[in-house]
């Protein structure tokens, strides 16, 4: 295992920890963990493979009271590609929608798409495709330049809570111009 060191200073958590993170009641589940990869050779899949590791034992430390196991031997990806990780919800409720605290537009996802993790959590949030498309800009400013893997949900119990009804994600990114791993993972129940 190479060594990967978490960019704790990345202004993407700033905006996450300042504006979607602030408020329990307006809060987002996807937790982000971007990783310098500038001191290593890039390999593909084993690469990633080594990002998702590294991001599971950084959400251990940040959660403290939680200890996600990780079985490597049930790890499995896939490509995917841009277009689908920046999918946006055709429904312009998404748009400019306001938080009331009812449930709104609801589907059931067992690998939900990215931008419903963001956008519609177990519980309800106001932010729009804007809040959605500004963290990406800043998380990939480079989107020309970025490889991506969706991954199971099979080798960690982080995914154990969104088994149970809304859904698991988890993507890791590698942008080749900055040198950097962003993993998106998300699990969530009501």
């Not at 310098?36 to 991001?55: C, M, P, R, T």
């Not at 400019?96 to 931008?115: A, E, L, Q, T």
Request: aromatic letters at 18%.
């Amino acid at each position: 295992m190479r060594l990967l060191k978490e960019l704790l200073y990345h202004k993407a958590y700033d905006l996450i920890n300042n504006k979607y993170k602030k408020d329990m009641m307006d809060n987002i589940v996807v937790d982000y963990v971007i990783l310098d990869f500038s001191n290593n050779n890039y390999n593909k899949e084993y690469s990633h493979k080594e990002a998702v590791i590294e991001a599971i034992k950084v959400l251990n430390i940040r959660n403290k009271i939680n200890n996600f196991t990780i079985d490597i031997d049930n790890m499995e990806c896939y490509k995917y590609s841009s277009e689908e990780l920046f999918e946006l919800p055709k429904s312009k409720y998404y748009k400019d929608k306001v938080f009331n605290g009812n449930c709104r537009y609801r589907k059931i996802y067992k690998s939900p798409p990215y931008w419903y993790a963001f956008l519609e959590p177990a519980y309800p949030n106001s932010f729009t495709i804007k809040d959605f498309n500004v963290l990406n800009d800043i998380l990939f400013p480079f989107k020309g330049c970025i490889e991506i893997y969706r991954w199971n949900d099979d080798f960690s119990s982080y995914f154990d809570y969104g088994k149970e009804w809304w859904g698991t994600l988890c993507i890791s990114v590698y942008d080749f111009k900055s040198n950097v791993f962003t993993v998106i993972l998300a699990s969530d129940t009501d």
